[in-house]
């Protein structure tokens, strides 16, 4: 089944540990996206990826880092989690580029006490 | 502010009716999305209608687009408690540098069975 995973699924942690959320899709997909989906402030992008070693900054990339080092994968990594990163995360992909079909993994929802 | 505004921000129908939602945009855009999310999941991509484009169908879904206006609608036919659930619009922007998608808030629509 055509699929982007995200894993996991659910996530509480404490300040300053740091912590990555997993993406894998398994389309072949050239671009890869983060977001992070705040009441009031709708889907925002973190960082995206048009392809293996090619990352580049969304609307709020602070305190988040990526890597794309093989085409199934784009791991979203939080070196020093702060309580303002608690939000619902997003990854999505696509065949050719951000102005095509997304498709979206299932969420993760992290908490940073 | 967000690129898409989408409108009304809340609407509760009956099952069988029709529900109609609106996006209004501030810039010239490439294309504009439409996109379903169940409570807390991914999205979902319903339609793609790009800017020389004034109509597209999908099953029950019709959707329109005026550049001259800077609005799109989404019209779902014949709703079922299934389609419960928050819309979001998603447009591609011609002006923008980056390579991004600009979400709305969404629309959260209740259907009644």
């Known amino acids: 089944e055509a699929q982007v995973t995200q894993n996991p699924r659910y996530l509480i942690t404490v300040t300053g540990k740091k912590l990555t959320v997993t993406c894998s899709q398994n389309?072949?997909?050239?671009?890869m996206s983060w977001y992070r989906q705040d009441p009031g402030l709708g889907l925002r992008q973190i960082y995206y990826?048009?392809?293996?070693?090619?990352?580049d900054k969304g609307d709020v990339p602070e305190g988040y880092k990526v890597s794309r080092k093989e085409k199934r994968n784009f791991p979203l990594i939080l070196e020093s989690p702060s309580p303002n990163q608690t939000s619902l995360y997003f990854c999505?992909?696509?065949?050719?580029?951000?102005?095509?079909?997304?498709?979206f993994g299932s969420g993760t929802q992290l908490s940073v006490l | 502010s967000q690129q898409g505004e989408e409108d009304p921000q809340a609407l509760s129908i009956q099952e069988g009716e029709n529900a109609t939602m609106n996006c209004s945009y501030k810039?010239?855009?490439?294309?504009l999305q439409w996109y379903r999310q169940n409570s807390g999941r991914g999205l979902v991509h319903l339609i793609l209608?790009?800017?020389?484009?004034r109509e597209k169908h999908s099953g029950r879904l019709r959707v329109t687009l005026d550049t001259s206006k800077k609005s799109s609608s989404l019209l779902i036919t014949a709703s079922r408690a299934a389609d419960t659930a928050s819309y979001f619009c998603?447009?591609?922007?011609?002006?923008?540098?980056?390579?991004?998608?600009?979400f709305g808030e969404g629309t959260q629509l209740t259907v009644n069975p």
């Open positions: 810039t010239s855009i490439n294309n």
């Open positions: 209608i790009r800017s020389n484009e």
């Open positions: 999505a992909s696509s065949l050719g580029g951000y102005n095509e079909k997304l498709f």
């Open positions: 389309m072949n997909h050239e671009y």
């Open positions: 998603a447009t591609d922007p011609q002006e923008t540098s980056g390579s991004r998608l600009t």
């Open positions: 990826s048009m392809n293996v070693e090619v990352t």
